[in-house]
């Protein structure tokens, strides 16, 4: 008998066990937490120049003024979960005005110019980038950064001025964030602005320092037929006014004008609060003065009032016009002007 043996066949496999993964990509950016730049809203108060031989076009003042307001800055950065390099950059939205090779000097309004520094490991002048400061981990959101708190401006005069002029709440400098050298964040983490006074000793003041007001009485609406035009039959409105300068501010050429807020269709004119109405101010003469143009202008002639007081009286009329030559709402309207002094 033949014996069969059975063999048994043990299969034999390979499990292969396969998982997929995704790599994290980082762009090292960062951003304010909240999605909105911190507000760095500064004061350095008044800056005061005593000496009338300064008040010149090209004297500059380094670090005229400072400003710390302690603010902390929360930020969230697309990085690992771990330390890294902390890198600032600083603009400015300020026009340039010149770079004199140890700084660049920004227009903040036609009497001055400004440098600024902010404090980012040590002062830095503006503009700087990707300037390492520390490291540090800010993944998560709970960094509170300082850049941009504090900081120091120098100070130049572009023209000679009068009393003050004001930085009013002037966005100065812009402050971004990354983690990695070369990377530009989109958003800055801070904005700083800064508010202040310049005073100069050459000072005059216009009506004692009070609101001059002007009646430009009772208007039909359907007299306002044209652009550009007062009503029909309507005359100026004189009004004068006295200017009392210092002895500093006497010994020169001085002028007065008129500022405010134009309107966009007739820039003659300021703009008043009915949106069809303009008001022009002339000399006495009628010459119109159109408002913020520094060569459109009243010359001050100054009278010796004591020894060290200058005085004169200064005649201006007014008018109303049409802005746009549609017929005005019926209402009352107002309009805010100012009047500068300036040397010519």
């Known amino acids: 008998m033949t014996k069969i043996s059975y063999a048994s066949l043990l299969p034999l496999g390979l499990l292969l066990i396969m998982t997929t993964g995704k790599a994290l990509a980082y762009t090292y950016t960062c951003s304010p937490k909240s999605g909105t730049p911190t507000v760095i809203a500064g004061n350095f108060g008044t800056v005061t120049i005593s000496d009338t031989t300064q008040n010149v076009a090209g004297q ?3 670090s005229a003024a400072q400003w710390n307001t302690g603010r902390s800055i929360p930020v969230k950065c697309d990085t690992p979960n771990s330390v890294s390099g902390r890198r600032f950059t600083a603009t400015s ?48 959101g709970a960094g509170q950064l300082t850049v941009g708190s504090s900081g120091v401006i120098d100070l130049k005069i572009v023209r000679p001025f009068v009393g003050t002029t004001d930085f009013n709440n002037i966005h100065i400098a812009s402050v971004y964030m990354s983690h990695k050298s070369g990377v530009n964040s989109p958003v ?5 602005y800064l508010t202040g006074t310049v005073s100069v000793p050459q000072n005059c003041t216009v009506n004692a320092g009070t609101v001059i ?3 430009l009485g009772t208007l039909y609406s359907t007299d306002f037929n044209h652009a550009g035009e007062m009503p029909d039959s309507y005359s100026p409105k004189s009004f004068t006014f006295p200017v009392q300068c210092n002895y500093g501010a006497s010994l020169a050429n001085l002028t007065l004008r ?70 005005p709402a019926e209402g009352t309207f107002t309009t805010l002007a100012l009047l500068r002094i300036d040397f010519a």
């Open 60 to 62: 500059s003042f380094d």
């Open 258 to 327: 008129v500022t405010g807020t134009a309107s966009a269709d007739e820039s003659s004119a300021l703009q008043s609060s009915n949106p069809d109405v303009g008001v022009v101010i002339t000399d006495n003469n009628g010459t119109t003065l159109v408002p913020n143009d520094s060569s459109s202008n009243v010359p001050l002639q100054l009278n010796q009032i004591s020894a060290d007081d200058y005085s004169t009286d200064v005649t201006l009329k007014a008018y109303p016009v049409s802005t746009t030559g549609k017929a």
């Open 188 to 192: 800055p983490i801070a904005e700083v």
């Open 213 to 215: 007001s002007v009646n």
């Open 93 to 140: 939205p300020l026009p340039v005005s010149v770079n004199d090779g140890t700084r660049m000097w920004y227009r903040v309004n036609e009497y001055l110019d400004t440098a600024v520094q902010i404090y980012a490991k040590g002062l830095r002048y503006i503009p700087f980038s990707n300037l390492y400061t520390a490291s540090g981990n800010d993944s998560s």
